[in-house]
């Protein structure tokens, strides 16, 4: 007895036909039949009452062919505890985030460690279209990106598993004239100074501002936060970015800087989730590590 054998009675009971089981199996019907014939005179036992119509076990076979059934689950698990453990032992995930994410994705990882997790992660802060090409050229194994309703067509060969949604807000130092309006209007807009993230999205938003009001101040550009940050309290400047980056940021400073929602006539809404290849499979501890910061995003 072995392995095939148990697999094959399992398929044809499944099936009830040699001829469509052979097909499934990838083998021809005379050495399918030949196997269980093997196999029925190791057990003598007749296992399938066989004829031009197809194979019904019979009472005995059910019996047995039960448990193969179990037989081969225990074989399967066992497999897979295997491939897990071999995973486990070199289990490295290559993440890409967009600004502010680090630190949920590194205090959720710290709390695995703590747990035992044999997990490692290497993380980096990228923007949403950089972190996107990475999982094309396989350089990352997972990233999560924000992306609006107008790309989602741009990611179509990619798996995007969408977590919450977000928007683009204007942010402001609290000594700004703009930080008591709940609403920016074009007009106060164009008056400022704007320093901005490098994110394709972000950039997008000034292109079709500038497109529907007019040039705006641009002072520079630049995917240092810090740097933004210190411009926004310092000169007065504003600044551009997605709400989920500043909600998670450690080193936004709520108490200098405030966030004021835009004209609705660009759309700002966007999907905050996790991208990767649509074959990417992730171990086992790389999946409950993502579910678990899942959590704290959510």
């Known amino acids: 007895m072995n392995i095939e054998q148990l697999s094959y009675i399992s398929e044809v009971a499944k099936v009830k036909s040699l001829a469509e089981a052979s097909r499934t199996l990838n083998i021809s019907q005379s050495a399918l039949s030949q196997a269980i014939t093997k196999l029925e005179a190791e057990l003598n036992l007749k296992l399938f ?3 031009r119509t197809g194979a019904i076990p019979t009472k005995e076979g059910s019996f047995i062919v039960e448990r193969a059934q179990e037989a081969l689950h225990a074989i399967y698990q066992v497999k897979e505890e295997a491939r897990n453990q071999l ?4 289990d490295l995930l290559r993440i890409s985030v967009i600004p502010g994410l ?11 460690k703590r747990g035992g997790s044999t997990l490692k992660i290497e993380v980096n802060e990228r923007a949403s279209f950089e972190i996107v090409d990475d999982v094309r050229k396989n350089k990352i194994d997972i990233g999560f990106i924000a992306i ?4 989602l067509d741009s990611i179509a060969d990619l798996h995007f598993n969408p977590i919450i949604r977000g ?10 004239p703009l930080a008591n309006t709940e609403v920016t209007t074009p007009e106060l807009l164009r008056q400022q100074t704007f320093v901005i993230y490098k994110d394709e999205y972000v950039e997008n938003f000034i292109t079709n501002f500038q497109r ?5 101040d641009i002072f520079f550009k630049t995917t240092n ?4 940050y210190k411009a926004v309290i310092e000169l007065g400047a504003v600044t551009i970015g997605h709400d989920i980056s500043t909600k998670f940021n450690v080193n936004h400073p709520p108490d200098q800087i405030i966030a004021i929602n835009m004209v609705d006539s660009i759309d700002t809404s966007f999907r905050f989730g996790w991208i990767t290849k649509n074959d990417n499979i992730l171990s086992k501890e790389a999946n409950r590590y993502i579910d678990e910061v899942n959590h704290v995003i959510r």
């Not at 680090?102 to 695995?112: A, E, K």
């Not at 609006?148 to 790309?151: G, L, Q």
């Not at 529907?212 to 705006?216: D, E, H, W």
């Open 102 to 112: 680090t630190g949920p994705i590194v205090d959720t990882y710290l709390s695995l």
């Open 167 to 176: 928007k683009i807000l204007a942010y402001v130092s609290k000594q700004s």
């Open 87 to 90: 995973n486990n032992s070199n």
């Open 148 to 151: 609006n309703k107008s790309n």
């Open 49 to 51: 009452h066989r004829n």
């Open 225 to 228: 936060l810090d740097v933004i």
């Open 212 to 216: 529907l009001y007019g040039p705006i």
